[in-house]
RNA sequence: CGGGAAGUAGCGCAGCUUGGUUAGCGCGCCUGGUUUGGGACCAGGAGGCCGCGGGUUCGAAUCCCGCCUUCCCGACCA
């Protein structure tokens, strides 16, 4: 009954699965130049609702977006120490143009810190400028040894944030705000993954930063994928690019700033998250089309019944596509299933002489049998079922693979195959280093209640170490 | 960037060892017909700088060198 894979399935070789749904759901394509990436209609479509929501997020938490230039002199770049030194090895930099030998070779922002820190300086003058909160949207090249299709491309979008503040208290508060209710809300209410909150310990810190907090997923693999983070900077920007403020008493004060990003690669982790050996499977909220209404015969009829369903949904909300009978219907339904869409509504001859549809859900095998007139008025509440139990489904996955254990020896053992969560007081620098050598990484400390701690400092601290991407 | 493997039609591959007519096969694609409720069938057809550049040779997909790209494993990262 099955019909035959046509992807490889995951147990033999994930990534190759991987792979083959990026390439048979028609995603993305690999660009001309190694490690670069065409993003095609249907990813793009999944990226443009992902965008469009965690968008709204940043808005309702008072950011406002602006751009700023792709290019970036080199000495900005240099301006902070441990900034440069962890991006040089990444950067593309641009030596010619116009014909010309440049006298100051061009970077190519691999992130904008630097930039959009010489204009806080220059925008700021007052306490009353503060908080100043930006966010672009932009790409971003950082070059990679090796890529992977949305997950690590040398060239990738995102969405990168960055606001001055008066204290480190309220760049805290404000790093931690995007934390929960952009990022997190958006991962587990839109795409239905669960996440790990916590710090990142200070060896896989951001270059420049002096708290950096991750939302970590967990992938099919068990695999570790850090789908956002947010970074306190302290005043190490606003000392190199003079970000200073006057205060109400009229002192010259330096600011203290934050950044945050998330990327294409939230496609990626969306892929690895849901997804089955028939291929993708999306969130309603994600999906381009939430329903695929399949015209199982070529016949007027049935034509016309699946063109009024279209309008119905639409009239409910619901974004759908209608498949036209041309071609055998196994290979239209496969298709369907490889593109991971929610819900198929199956219309034919004999459905229709007994007024009903035949309905199932991408993520069961069982079909229905609806009432014709109901499916428009029954299908939001399926969708957001669904929604709700994928995420359901992904969270009972990570917490049966995620397991404590109290040694490192133990840890290694099981990020072979998911997450182990052991004190972080175990966890020496000659321990961490021990981890790495295994492939494997400490991905982010908590309290023992699952909350973010403050600085890695804390006492009875928890760590999650996994493999990752 | 180090170690390994590989690039032949949109995809998957054979041919290469031992150089020699018009470079093959499966899937997909196009046309016509029969089909159609889980990857249909028949017939006809289109589609190739054999990754790129150089070399050896009367002659290169095949042998040699360089480069590019992809995949796997490591070190770096969203």
């Not at 593309?92 to 116009?98: E, W, Y």
């Not at 890529?147 to 491309?153: I, K, T, V, Y």
């Not at 990327?263 to 969130?283: Q, W, Y």
Request: proline share 5%; charged share 25%.
């Amino acid at each position: 009954m099955a019909p035959p894979s046509v992807l490889t399935p995951q147990a033999e070789d994930f990534p190759r699965w991987y792979q083959d749904v990026v390439a048979k759901a028609e995603m993305a394509d690999n660009g001309p130049v190694r490690g670069t990436m065409v993003i095609r209609p249907y990813g793009y479509a999944i990226w443009e609702r992902i965008q469009s929501s965690i968008d709204a997020r940043i808005k309702e938490a008072g950011a406002q977006n602006a751009y700023f230039p792709l290019f970036i002199p080199e000495s900005y770049l240099s301006k902070e120490a441990e900034h440069v030194e962890g991006f040089s090895p990444e950067l593309a930099v641009v030596t010619h143009a116009g014909g010309e030998k440049l006298a100051e070779p061009i970077v190519l922002r691999p992130t904008s810190e630097t930039v959009i820190g010489e204009f806080m300086a220059k925008w700021i003058q007052s306490y009353r400028d503060l908080p100043l909160l930006l966010n672009q949207w932009a790409n971003v090249v950082r070059w990679e040894l090796r890529p992977r299709l949305f997950l690590r491309s040398s060239e990738f979008l995102w969405q990168e944030g960055h606001t001055a503040h008066a204290t480190q208290a309220d760049a805290s508060a404000y790093a931690m705000k995007i934390h929960l209710e952009v990022y997190n809300d958006f991962l587990l209410s839109v795409l239905g993954v669960p996440t790990y909150l916590g710090i990142k310990p200070p060896r896989e810190r951001f270059a420049g930063a002096v708290n950096t907090m991750t939302c970590e997923g967990m992938m099919r693999d068990g695999k570790a994928l850090q789908m956002a983070t947010s970074h306190e900077l302290g005043q190490n920007f606003a000392r190199a690019f003079d970000i200073f403020y006057q205060s109400e008493e009229g002192q010259a004060e330096l600011c203290f700033t934050t950044s945050w990003g998330a990327s294409t690669r939230l496609v990626g982790g969306l892929i690895m998250a849901h997804g089955d050996d028939r291929g993708l499977i999306l969130p309603p909220e994600v999906a381009p089309y939430q329903v695929v209404v399949i015209a199982v015969r070529d016949e007027p009829e049935v034509n016309k019944a699946c063109a009024t369903i279209q309008q119905l949904l639409k009239g409910h909300g619901v974004r759908s596509f209608v498949d036209v009978a041309r071609g055998s219907f196994g290979r239209r339904v496969t298709d369907w299933e490889i593109k991971g869409v929610p819900v198929r509504v199956e219309v034919g001859p004999r459905d229709l002489k007994e007024g009903v549809v035949t309905v199932s859900r991408r993520d069961h095998d069982e079909k229905q049998t609806w009432p014709l007139d109901d499916v428009a008025t029954k299908i939001p509440a399926l969708l957001a079922m669904m929604q709700q139990d994928l995420y359901e489904r992904a969270l009972a996955w990570r917490d049966a693979n995620t397991l404590d254990v109290a040694s490192v020896v133990d840890a290694i053992e099981v990020a072979q195959s998911g997450f182990a969560r052991l004190s972080w007081d175990l966890v020496g620098a000659g321990e961490e280093a021990e981890l790495n050598n295994q492939a494997v990484t400490v991905r982010c400390l908590q309290r023992a209640d699952g909350s973010i701690p403050e600085s890695e400092l804390e006492n009875d601290l928890v760590c999650i170490v996994a493999k990752s991407y």
